[in-house]
Nanobody, 126 residues
Framework: QVQLVESGGGLVQAGGSLRLSCAAS????????MGWFRQAPGKEREFVSA????????YYSDSVKGRFTISRDNSKNTVYLQMNSLKPEDTAVYYC???????????????????WGQGTQVTVSS
């Protein structure tokens, strides 16, 4: 059974920073790409960022590029999302997910991921 547990969310003022963590268990973590998604109330789940199995390739949505940084530590089975210069429109529940198959293709599509965490709330006040 694969388990993903996010942490690090909270309430922060605009311009502030948060670091999300996602701890994985139950699978060979280092074999698969990982992604972060978010979902705001009344909106569809939105791709935020992804990282390949080794951490050498990363990808970001245009809305977070230059402000967020994804990384991973395979020795700790953990992926991180450093979020800087936060804006009120970043407010959402953030989810990490593990890619369904090997490779880095179609990484922005939720359907390419088969295991999801429970989410962590990020609220950015103006």
């Amino acid at each position: 059974q694969v388990q993903l547990v996010e942490s690090g969310g909270g309430l922060v003022q605009a311009g502030g920073s948060l670091r999300l963590s996602c701890a994985a268990s139950g699978r060979t973590f280092s074999n698969y790409a990982m992604g972060w998604f978010r979902q705001a109330p009344g909106k569809e789940r939105e791709f935020v960022s992804a990282i390949n199995w080794s951490g050498t390739s990363t990808y970001y949505s245009d809305s977070v590029k230059g402000r967020f940084t994804i990384s991973r530590d395979n020795s700790k089975n953990t992926v991180y999302l450093q979020m800087n210069s936060l804006k009120p429109e970043d407010t959402a529940v953030y989810y990490c997910a593990t890619k369904r198959s090997y490779g880095f293709g179609q990484i922005s599509l939720p359907g390419e991921y088969n295991y999801w965490g429970q989410g962590t709330q990020v609220t950015v006040s103006s």
